[in-house]
């Protein structure tokens, strides 16, 4: 595996005030406004060592992209087999919607079972390269999970603070991976509060979604694995359900990287983000034209990582999805659990209800013509059904 590859990594850069910082050292939010850090890359010189040829020649996994990610020393990648997973057709599901083209991206295949582990993966590596010795997350569930387990493979301690109403399964899974867990009565906004006050006390090290630079770029991963499986070329559509939004802000992330690399050509994909409609602050943003969301009152949806009632990176997404030429979709609990059970019967894929809301988005999206027939179109499907059994056997139906 190529992890002797050196990072290309030059500077980081405020999302919103485009102030420059210097990438070595452990940062948080911009100092001068408060916004997400958004890691920069030497491109020309990626370029003189990388390519999508030379790519072929390695092993699966997000490592492959090392030149492209920030962790510097190899003996800091930390891997718990994360990435490289795999893009399935959906045949059955595809001609009930008149859909000649849909594709799923499965991240159920990650360690602890979801798409959080891409982002864990490199916040961690490079937290610890940096120095870190402690790393804390609020986390509805599965963000929490990855941290426990990364900081578990890099030997350091997690602590994680979770709403008290979060799925069982979910702090079983942590404590077993040896993590400090607290429970607080609220949501996950009231648990970024504790970790906030315990990072200002010096206590650990806050990898909260956008609030340092690098979880960002694990979940980017998951667009240059698009395009490879795609043979360098891009779907028209990806349907992403959005809680704190690290995954639609790297996709689009990284698509402009590609497209600098002169790796792919083409109009972007139109990016189209699934909320909740008992959480939509971000839907109701796009819809009204605003640049950034307004908080959204008493936040409740069965899909726990959909339950985000404000989140840092409001202005990045909101902008990936007008620049994309996307659009954005609330969509109630009673049609995620009906899609948790299409997607099973259809196409034997178990998903979590966060992932389901892609697929009852995609039924509106298709009445109102904003997906053709012939587009290609990606559900990113973020993390399996396994841990939220629950929702299906309280939910009355046979």
Known sequence: MALSAESTLSHLECGWCQAHYEPDQLWNLCPQCQRPLLARYDLEEARRHVSPQLLAARPPGLWRYAELLPVRDPAHRLTLG?????????????????????????????????????????????????????????????????????????????????????????????EALGARVTLVEGVITDCARIVEAGAAEGRWFDVSTLKEP????????????????????????????????????????????????????????????????GCAPIVRAFLEGAEVAEPWPN????????????????????????????????????????????LGATEGLFVAPEAAATVAALRRLVANGFVAPDDHVVLLLTGSGLKYTHLLASSGEP
Request: hydrophobic fraction near 45%.
């Open 299 to 342: 936040p409740s949806t069965v899909a726990a990582g959909l339950r985000v009632p404000s989140a840092v990176g409001d202005f990045l997404m909101l902008r990936a999805l007008r620049e994309s030429g996307g659009t954005a979709v609330a969509v109630p609990d009673a049609e995620i659990l009906a899609a948790m059970r299409e």
């Open 82 to 174: 994360e990435g490289g997973t795999p893009l399935l057709l959906l045949p059955r599901l595809g001609e009930r919607l008149g859909l000649r083209h849909l594709y799923a991206k499965d991240e159920s295949f990650n360690p602890t079972a979801s798409f959080k582990a891409r982002g864990l993966c490199l916040a961690v590596s490079r937290a610890v390269e940096l120095g870190a010795q402690a790393l804390a997350v609020p986390s509805a569930g599965n963000a929490g999970s990855a941290l426990a387990a990364y900081a578990s493979r890099a030997g350091v301690p997690a602590h994680i603070v979770l709403p008290q109403d979060a799925p069982a399964p979910f702090r079983a899974e942590m």
């Open 214 to 277: 690098y979880r960002l770029e694990g979940k980017k991963t998951m667009g240059y694995e698009l395009a490879e499986q795609f043979g360098w070329h891009l779907p028209d559509v990806i349907v992403y359900p959005t809680g704190g939004g690290t995954g639609l802000v790297g996709l689009w992330k990284a698509f402009e990287e590609l497209e600098r690399l002169g790796w792919v050509e083409g109009p972007r994909p139109r990016l189209v983000a699934v909320q909740s409609s």
